[in-house]
């Protein structure tokens, strides 16, 4: 595609629940970042890509928090048994080497947990 | 570590006023600057930046100059038009990490009314 999607666009969840948000970078984009945006609140960084290893975990903010590439393309941010503060917009980038420090974002994914 | 401060908003202007939104940093070495906006309901996007002291990043009638001496970024721009209601970010880029991570600002929110 020609830019960053993420699905859903929207998702509201019990607390305690699992949810899954999904990122498709840029054709050919081998670094992909995860970022929190809380109401009010700047980019929160959660964790770096790049290809399909995560050398950088270290905005994740609990073991409720994992993420996954597969074929260096689609990622997976999957949050277990979700809290009240884990309600934010997750926004996801990715970025190629050949562009230097840009960062191309997505439109991002709504979590709301009631 | 490194950081980006902001002046808080959110900030209101009429059209065609002229707009400075403040940003400084702090970081060891030389990052490059970066300033990016979110439209509403849309991920956020690179409108410019500058990679060494001195440099001018400019884009739609936006500026931001590179003050090493005071650590500043700041965003100008002569006459802002409605379609300007944004939150503008600034951010960073170090290299000292094994990757070009990048730290943003709170974000400052901007309205700009007919």
């Known amino acids: 595609g020609a830019g960053v999607s993420q699905s859903p666009s929207n998702k509201v969840t019990e607390k305690g629940k699992d949810v899954e948000l999904r990122c498709d970078p840029i054709s050919g984009h081998t670094a992909l970042y995860w970022y929190r945006q809380s109401l009010g609140q700047g980019l929160e960084f959660l964790i770096y890509?790049?290809?399909?290893?995560?050398?950088?975990k270290s905005g994740l903010p609990s073991d409720r928090f994992s993420a996954e590439r597969t074929g260096g393309s689609v990622s997976t941010l999957t949050i277990q048994r979700t809290q009240q503060e884990d309600s934010a917009v997750y926004l996801c980038a990715s970025s190629s080497p050949r562009v230097y420090n840009e960062q191309f974002f997505g439109p991002g994914t709504r979590l709301t947990v009631l | 570590g490194d950081s980006v401060t902001q002046m808080e908003g959110p900030v209101t202007l009429s059209e065609e006023a002229f707009l400075t939104i403040n940003c400084t940093y702090t970081?060891?070495?030389?990052?490059?600057l970066f300033w990016y906006v979110q439209y509403p309901g849309e991920g956020l996007q690179l409108l410019l930046k500058?990679?060494?002291?001195?440099d001018k990043g400019s884009n739609k009638g936006f500026e931001a100059t590179y003050r090493k001496e005071t650590t500043s970024f700041h965003l100008e721009k002569g006459s802002v038009q409605v379609s300007d209601s944004a939150v503008y970010f600034c951010?960073?880029?170090?290299?000292?990490?094994?990757?070009?991570?990048?730290?943003f600002g709170p974000g400052t929110s901007l309205s700009v009314i007919p």
């Open positions: 500058a990679t060494k002291a001195d």
């Open positions: 890509f790049q290809g399909n290893s995560a050398p950088d």
């Open positions: 970081a060891t070495g030389y990052p490059s």
């Open positions: 951010a960073l880029s170090d290299m000292k990490t094994s990757y070009d991570k990048v730290i």
